[in-house]
């Protein structure tokens, strides 16, 4: 089943910069995961390799999860992510609207 994601689904929060944020996770995440179709990344890989805070990476996830783009396992202390087959077109229209409204 192919779910249709309207922009307004996508949309992130761009005043406090999660967009930037959501967008680089789904594609690392989908780079780590083409290595290995299987593989999942821990929240504190992204925080480390990207740059951003736990808050953000954790924001960040639930927000990718709850658009299909990601599955993952939010535990209190041990996050673990990985992305679907729907993250690849979530992250199109993620960089398309970011394109369009300059974030």
Known sequence: MKLALSSDMIAVHVDNGQNRGCRAILAYL????????????????LENVLGLSPETV????EHLVS???VQADLFPLNVWASVTAEGPEVLARMTAQARTTGA
């Open 58 to 61: 954790r924001g960040c996830l």
């Open 30 to 45: 989908g780079a780590a995961c083409e290595d290995d179709a299987r593989g999942e990344v821990s929240a504190l890989e």
């Open 67 to 69: 658009l299909g783009a």
